[in-house]
């Protein structure tokens, strides 16, 4: 389809379609906040995109989805019209991201929550082992046209990580050729993550401070120096993120889960999925919008203690160590933006403690997932909803997994072998020590399975 001159997106100020604003920036601008320092959104030319109607998008959404010609076979560039209208295809950063598996927790959901239409979306199921290659293909497809199109003097992309961000800006960067500088709070990622940035060849500067703090020197670092800012203040990043919800409606051809279910950290992720339904909505492609859920770990909940107050103030807090480290953070850029999808999906914020992520990751688990921590809070946040009566036995329910087991083997292992400060751990499964003899292994194997 040859149609990109039809379509336009701009930065416009967060908030504008209830408050209109004149103020609106071109997407080839470096910017980040609008003049009064509040949060930008992009905005699409939504008259242009219902030209074509809903059979149309539909139909070549389908086309698209897992082909081999560049760049539409991924599961973000498949919805490039919606995403960066204008962007040349030679201009695109892509490593086939999205399309990840909208699996069936059958086991599950039957044996542990008496449901029968629970889903888990794999978002862990792509080139860096995280959903942030959905939004990090967009941020840097844009750089990359900067710098090719001598639009802008970056000399390098930044971020400030909790783990995830930074893996994947280094990877989408280093596929590029463009330089990358991560911000990492020292000692509080896992080694997982922190050897994929300094394997791409990112800059790497680990920081005696938390997430939080290293945010405040990325803005302080990219407002002095021509270093791009990745973090999801940048609503860039947003749009790719969005896709995985338009994803969702497809695999369900186009029917709407009735909840959905996502950790939140800094909170840019429960924003744009809700994006990414309200254009299908929007555009005619789905009747009604999931009820949404956002969930928070208990020891970095500061959305979650608004929530209970009726929103009526947020505070930041000091978040305190958890095993979800990615989600960490005590003052999230994106709380304006979650509240606005929690309201406008009548949905809600649960957290879970460090013994329900826990627990709720490992149990799963054992119906063959292989779950990292942040979706363990998901998980942990829909048994205290369905035990709550809150979400039905018969709810089409979507949990989204935002990251690889694989990236949190050490959290696994301390859990596995009980060696976890005031957590029992009910659900782990040590190796059983055996004597080299027949008969201390038959003894073990009849005692197991009751033979």
Not at 205 to 225: A, Q, W
Not at 299 to 312: M, Q, R, S, V
Not at 340 to 348: K, P, S
Request: charged share 20%; glycine share 8%.
């Amino acid at each position: 389809m040859d149609k990109a001159h039809l379509f336009n997106a701009k930065y416009v100020p967060f908030g504008s379609s209830k408050s209109p604003s004149s103020e609106s920036y071109d997407l080839d601008q470096v910017i980040y906040r609008t003049a009064e320092g509040k949060l930008l959104d992009v905005e699409h030319d939504m008259e242009a995109l219902s030209i074509y109607g809903p059979k149309y998008w539909k139909a070549l959404f389908d086309e698209r989805v897992g082909r081999t010609s560049w760049p539409y076979g991924s599961g973000v560039w498949s919805k490039k019209e919606w995403v960066l209208p204008k962007i040349a295809d030679d201009d695109i950063v892509s490593m086939f991201e999205g399309n990840s598996n909208l699996f069936w927790a059958e086991r599950f959901g039957k044996e542990v929550l008496g449901m029968k239409d629970l889903w888990v979306k794999q978002c862990g199921n792509s080139h860096t082992g995280s959903f942030k290659d959905l939004g990090m293909t967009a941020l840097v497809s844009q750089v990359n046209r900067l710098r090719k199109n001598n639009l802008s003097n970056i000399a390098a992309v930044g971020c400030a990580s909790t783990g995830d961000t930074s893996a994947a800006l280094s990877a989408y960067c280093a596929a590029a050729g463009i330089p990358a500088v991560v911000f990492l709070p020292a000692d509080k990622i896992s080694l997982a993550q922190l050897v994929q940035p300094i394997a791409n060849g990112a800059l790497v500067l680990s920081i005696d401070t938390d997430f939080d703090g290293c945010m405040r020197l990325i803005r302080d670092v990219t407002s002095e120096m021509p270093i791009y800012l990745a973090n999801s203040m940048n609503s860039l990043r947003l749009e790719g993120q969005k896709t995985a919800a338009i994803e969702i409606c497809q695999q369900f051809d186009w029917q709407v889960p009735d909840w959905v279910i996502i950790p939140g950290g800094n909170l840019g992720n429960i924003y744009a999925f809700y994006k990414g339904f309200k254009m299908c909505l929007d555009l005619g492609l789905i009747d009604r919008l999931p009820r949404m859920v956002c969930a928070q770990a208990k020891n970095a909940n500061p959305l979650y203690l608004a929530y209970e107050k009726g929103w009526d103030s947020f505070e930041p807090m000091q978040a305190k160590k958890t095993f979800a480290s990615a989600i960490q953070i005590g003052d999230p850029v994106s709380k304006d933006r979650a509240i606005l999808a929690i309201e406008e999906t009548n949905g809600i914020v649960e957290d879970a403690s460090e013994e329900e992520l826990m627990d709720a990751a490992a149990r799963a688990d054992l119906t063959g997932m292989f779950n990292c921590p942040h979706t363990g809070v998901a998980l942990a946040a829909l048994i205290k909803l369905r035990e709550k009566g809150v979400i039905g036995p018969n709810d089409r329910t979507v949990v989204v997994s935002t990251a690889h087991g694989l990236k949190f083997t050490q959290s696994k292992v301390a859990y596995h072998s009980q060696d976890v400060e005031g957590l029992a751990c009910k659900y782990a499964n040590p190796p059983v020590t055996v004597s080299e003899n027949i008969g201390s292994v038959m003894d073990v194997l009849k005692q197991r399975f009751n033979i």
